[in-house]
């Protein structure tokens, strides 16, 4: 993750943080959604990134990418 710097935290939940960032490289603002690694949700968090990958509509954020990272 240090192609990115957190520019402001957008809100949190049970199972993590929403952040905005800025890729370094491109000046892009992306809102990046750091989820807790725990086995509990491992499966969910799979899930949702399958689902998410697959959207495509106009009113929906576009999926970019998944990494890891120690940041939350």
Known sequence: MER???VKDIGSGNFGA???VKDKCT???FAVKFI???L???EHVQREIL???SLKHANIV???EV???SWL
């Open 62 to 64: 576009r999926f970019k």
């Open 40 to 42: 509990k949700i491992y």
């Open 4 to 6: 990115y710097e957190i």
């Open 27 to 29: 000046e892009e603002l």
């Open 18 to 20: 929403a952040k905005l």
């Open 67 to 69: 990494g890891t990272s």
């Open 36 to 38: 807790e690694r725990r």
């Open 51 to 53: 689902n998410h990958r």
